[in-house]
Nanobody
Framework: QVQLVESGGGLVQAGDSLTLSCAVS????????MGWFRQAPGKEREFVAT????????YYSASVNGRFTISRPGARNTVDLKMTRLKPEDTAVYYC???????????????????WGQGTRVTVSS
């Protein structure tokens, strides 16, 4: 059974940096894409960033572009999200997502991903 486990969330101040990590277990193949989405209180879940295997293609939402960096470190089926210059509006639960098959779905949409983590909370105080 494929499972995604996120780590790295916490409480930080505006302007600080934080790195989230996600690891996939239970799968036998390399994931074709891994991404991060977030859901702020009272809002719908939204796309943050995604990276396509082997890691040279990335996409970011406009709100985080230039501040966040997504990468696939050397370990198999892991993804990091380095967040810098954090703002209070970045406060949300961050979810890791993964897929094994490319398909035709836009990797910036939730429907592109078959597997999801439980989420890790990030709180940015002003």
């Amino acid at each position: 059974q494929v499972q995604l486990v996120e780590s790295g969330g916490g409480l930080v101040q505006a302007g600080d940096s934080l790195t989230l990590s996600c690891a996939v277990s239970g799968g036998t193949s390399i994931t074709s894409a891994m991404g991060w989405f977030r859901q702020a209180p009272g809002k719908e879940r939204e796309f943050v960033a995604t990276v396509i295997w082997p890691g040279t293609i990335t996409y970011y939402s406009a709100s985080v572009n230039g501040r966040f960096t997504i990468s696939r470190p050397g370990a198999r089926n892991t993804v990091d999200l380095k967040m810098t210059r954090l703002k209070p509006e970045d406060t949300a639960v961050y979810y890791c997502a993964a897929r094994y098959y490319s398909g035709n779905n836009d990797p910036r949409t939730e429907s592109a991903y078959a597997y999801w983590g439980q989420g890790t909370r990030v709180t940015v105080s002003s």
